[in-house]
């Protein structure tokens, strides 16, 4: 649920078409967004070297492909993360996509990614529960 402090800081997505690129990553025109706070299964084989999200990452992707399609995108913009995507925490019609992601299981807290804890603010038992390190 979006709090007033927060309605301050909303900047509408563009009119640009958003698609879906895995299950914490929204591309719009030529924006890619990385859903902050979580960490979704890849769709692709997890690379060498790295830690992921145990899951069905097609089932995330389509999970959040739902969410977005159709509906109203806000953003609260953040900053870039070091591959030049926006870090953001998005709603889609008023509610916030990190927060779906997590009580459908289809993605994982990870605090150290919710710089303003945002996220958690928005779903604490959510964040709570399902919290990785």
Do not use: H, K
Request: aromatic residues 4%; hydrophobic residues 40%.
């Amino acid at each position: 649920m979006l709090t007033a402090s927060l309605l301050l800081a909303l900047t509408a997505a563009p009119q640009t078409p958003c698609t879906v690129t895995d299950g914490d990553t929204i591309r719009c025109g030529e924006e890619r967004v990385r859903v902050t706070g979580i960490d979704a299964p890849e769709t692709r084989a997890c690379r060498q070297g790295r830690r992921c999200v145990e899951g069905d990452g097609a089932a995330s992707t389509r999970a959040m492909e739902a969410l977005v399609d159709g509906a109203e995108l806000t953003f609260v913009r953040l900053g870039q993360d070091r591959y030049g995507r926006t870090l953001a925490v998005v709603y889609a019609n008023g509610v916030n996509v990190a927060c779906v992601q997590l009580a459908a299981r289809q993605a994982c807290y990870v605090e150290r990614w919710d710089d303003r804890r945002l996220v958690a603010a928005d779903c604490p038992a959510l964040a709570a529960s399902r919290a990785v390190s």
